[in-house]
């Protein structure tokens, strides 16, 4: 593929997961977002909790022995109002409880999301999902009130997508 048509595919794919995560904004502000079967997906959800978004995303863990960043691993989740529902390329599931975080640092426009659950392993989630779990993060950790506020969501509320060499939309 051309240097030329890349880029264009990623803007586009940008535009896109932007344009996700202001649904999801104002789906938690109170308008109708769609429902989700989490059974299709083969997943349980506590009673209760609501399914918001099925996403995908690269998932990486903090090393213990060199402190360097493991391979990222492709990721099918489910987002919830209560946790990330992580589904490995293997089968393997892991959840990604929202109250037990102890740090989150969203960047939207670098497409990451920082987990850290305070047992020395953070989780960096990067690609397509990171806009619409930044949302979801903020609304859940911070409020909903924080959608307007919070400076990682800027990107979001300019209503284009930045071009990172230059900062314009």
Same mark, same amino acid.
């Given at each position: 593929?051309?240097?030329?048509?890349?880029?264009?595919?990623?803007?586009?794919?940008?535009?896109?997961?932007?344009?996700?995560?202001?649904?999801?904004?104002?789906?938690?502000?109170?308008?109708?977002?769609?429902?989700? *079967?989490?059974?299709?997906?083969?997943?349980?959800?506590?009673?209760?909790?609501?399914?918001?978004?099925?996403?995908?995303?690269?998932?990486?863990?903090?090393?213990?022995?060199?402190?360097?960043?493991?391979?990222?691993?492709?990721?099918?989740?489910?987002?919830?109002?209560?946790?990330?529902?992580?589904?490995?390329?293997?089968?393997?599931?892991?959840?990604?409880?929202?109250?037990?975080?102890?740090?989150?640092?969203? *960047?939207?426009?670098?497409?990451?999301?920082?987990? *850290?659950?305070?047992?020395?392993?953070?989780?960096?989630?990067?690609?397509?999902?990171?806009?619409?779990?930044?949302?979801?993060?903020?609304?859940?950790?911070?409020?909903? *009130?924080?959608?307007?506020?919070?400076?990682?969501?800027?990107?979001?509320?300019?209503?284009?997508?930045?071009?990172?060499?230059?900062?314009?939309?």
């Amino acid at each position: 593929m051309r240097k030329g048509r890349q880029a264009t595919s990623v803007a586009g794919e940008t535009d896109i997961s932007y344009a996700d995560a202001r649904h999801l904004a104002l789906e938690l502000a109170g308008s109708a977002g769609p429902h989700l *079967d989490a059974m299709t997906a083969g997943v349980v959800l506590e009673p209760g909790e609501v399914g918001r978004r099925f996403v995908g995303a690269w998932l990486r863990l903090r090393l213990w022995l060199d402190g360097c960043w493991s391979p990222g691993r492709w990721t099918q989740s489910l987002l919830s109002d209560r946790r990330l529902l992580v589904r490995f390329d293997t089968g393997e599931l892991v959840s990604l409880w929202w109250e037990c975080l102890v740090g989150f640092t969203a *960047d939207v426009d670098a497409g990451h999301v920082l987990f *850290d659950f305070g047992d020395g392993r953070p989780r960096l989630l990067s690609g397509p999902g990171a806009a619409v779990v930044a949302v979801a993060g903020v609304a859940r950790l911070y409020g909903v *009130d924080a959608l307007l506020t919070h400076p990682a969501l800027a990107p979001l509320r300019r209503g284009g997508v930045a071009h990172r060499s230059t900062g314009r939309l």
